[in-house]
């Protein structure tokens, strides 16, 4: 199995705006920046966020996308359209607060099949809390689960995808790793649930992202996956490979072996500090396509097969410089 389909934060685009618009005034516009990712070589798909970029009629904006000669592989949502959300989303304790935020993401799961896409990836970044005693953990779980179900039920020939996070924008995150995404799936009970993984977000929750994916695909199913990379301490958003080449690789080569057919996600920020965007996509692209040549590698050698038999960390790890780095 290859991987086809390359996506992207269409938001990245609006980095360096001279080099694309040098006559422009202001910040770009949603169709100014899809059209600029079209621009990258081997870029396939975008992602829009709800509602951010999808004001008008979804149909309309696929089609003008479609035009670009890109695809729309989904929505994610963001809530940020009630300054009340801060403090939650799902779990608010205010009724009519929660009630807005399903609402809202079932308009959004509206827009994605109006444009042809069936995956919705949920972030839920403000349900979580700042302090010790600032939560019943039982209720505000419960209030996560009845959200997270509602949504699901609402269509359920569309893909529900949750995106963990350790933190921010609160301090801690209800769904903050793979296992409690997992649990919270199992307890939601919906069948068209499954899960995102974020390299960088997986890192800083003090993952092996490879292991993670596994388990996913294990007790549930892996709906997309963002490339990037950082540091481990917060979400960098720097290019793949950039820092952690090796676990890069190793989620690579699992996916892979597990069956993940969707999208390659670059959710990277260029825009951080003003980088060529387009420059930086096709970068994350041809670093993928070189690891996962390097993953057929490593899946052709015995050798790697018989050091997992014996978990010599000592060979495997030759082999894997020499694959990388040449013997």
Same mark, same amino acid.
């Given at each position: 199995?290859?991987?086809? =389909?390359?996506?992207?934060?269409?938001?990245?685009?609006?980095?360096a705006p001279q080099l694309f618009w040098p006559d422009l005034n202001g910040k770009p516009t949603m169709m100014q920046m899809a059209e600029r990712a079209?621009?990258?070589?081997?870029?396939?798909?975008?992602?829009?966020?709800?509602?951010?970029?999808?004001?008008?009629?979804?149909?309309?904006?696929?089609?003008r996308i479609g035009d670009f000669g890109l695809s729309i592989n989904g929505l994610a949502m963001r809530y940020y359209t009630n300054s009340a959300f801060?403090?939650?989303?799902?779990?608010n304790p205010d009724r009519a607060v929660r009630q807005e935020a399903i609402d809202l993401t079932k308009r959004g799961i509206d827009a994605a099949r109006?444009?042809?896409?069936?995956?919705?990836?949920?972030?839920?970044?403000?349900?979580?809390?700042?302090?010790?005693?600032?939560?019943?953990?039982?209720?505000?779980?419960?209030?996560?689960?009845?959200?997270?179900?509602?949504?699901?039920?609402?269509?359920?020939? /569309?893909?529900?995808?949750?995106?963990?996070?350790?933190?921010?924008?609160?301090?801690?995150?209800?769904? %903050?790793?793979?296992?409690?995404?997992?649990?919270?799936?199992?307890?939601?009970?919906?069948?068209?649930?499954?899960?995102?993984?974020?390299?960088?977000?997986?890192?800083?929750?003090?993952?092996?992202?490879?292991?993670?994916?596994?388990?996913?695909?294990?007790?549930? %199913?892996?709906?997309?996956?963002?490339?990037?990379?950082?540091?481990?301490?917060?979400?960098?958003?720097?290019?793949?490979?950039?820092?952690?080449?090796?676990?890069?690789?190793?989620?690579?080569?699992?996916?892979?072996?597990?069956?993940?057919?969707?999208?390659?996600?670059?959710?990277?920020?260029?825009?951080?500090?003003?980088?060529?965007?387009?420059?930086? /996509?096709?970068?994350?692209?041809?670093?993928?396509?070189?690891?996962?040549?390097?993953?057929? %590698?490593?899946?052709?050698?015995?050798?790697?097969?018989?050091?997992?038999?014996?978990?010599?960390?000592?060979?495997?790890? =030759?082999?894997?410089?020499?694959?990388?780095?040449?013997?």
């Amino acid at each position: 199995m290859t991987f086809s =389909r390359f996506a992207t934060r269409l938001n990245s685009f609006a980095s360096a705006p001279q080099l694309f618009w040098p006559d422009l005034n202001g910040k770009p516009t949603m169709m100014q920046m899809a059209e600029r990712a079209a621009s990258a070589k081997g870029l396939t798909d975008l992602d829009l966020n709800y509602p951010d970029h999808v004001s008008d009629d979804p149909a309309a904006i696929a089609r003008r996308i479609g035009d670009f000669g890109l695809s729309i592989n989904g929505l994610a949502m963001r809530y940020y359209t009630n300054s009340a959300f801060k403090l939650g989303a799902f779990t608010n304790p205010d009724r009519a607060v929660r009630q807005e935020a399903i609402d809202l993401t079932k308009r959004g799961i509206d827009a994605a099949r109006a444009m042809g896409a069936d995956l919705m990836t949920i972030w839920l970044g403000q349900d979580g809390f700042d302090y010790n005693f600032q939560l019943d953990y039982e209720r505000a779980w419960d209030l996560e689960i009845e959200g997270i179900r509602a949504v699901a039920e609402h269509d359920p020939s /569309c893909r529900i995808s949750i995106e963990y996070k350790p933190d921010e924008p609160r301090a801690h995150s209800l769904l %903050r790793d793979a296992a409690t995404t997992l649990l919270a799936i199992a307890e939601a009970g919906a069948p068209n649930l499954g899960v995102t993984i974020d390299f960088a977000h997986s890192l800083y929750a003090g993952e092996q992202p490879a292991f993670a994916a596994h388990l996913i695909h294990r007790r549930s %199913r892996l709906f997309g996956v963002h490339l990037n990379d950082g540091y481990g301490k917060r979400d960098d958003g720097l290019m793949v490979g950039a820092v952690h080449l090796r676990s890069t690789l190793e989620l690579l080569r699992q996916i892979r072996r597990d069956g993940y057919d969707g999208a390659l996600y670059f959710d990277t920020f260029p825009d951080a500090s003003g980088l060529d965007p387009v420059a930086e /996509c096709e970068a994350n692209i041809a670093t993928v396509q070189r690891l996962l040549a390097i993953a057929d %590698r490593l899946d052709g050698d015995n050798r790697l097969a018989d050091a997992f038999e014996r978990q010599d960390a000592v060979v495997s790890q =030759r082999i894997v410089n020499e694959a990388l780095i040449g013997a």
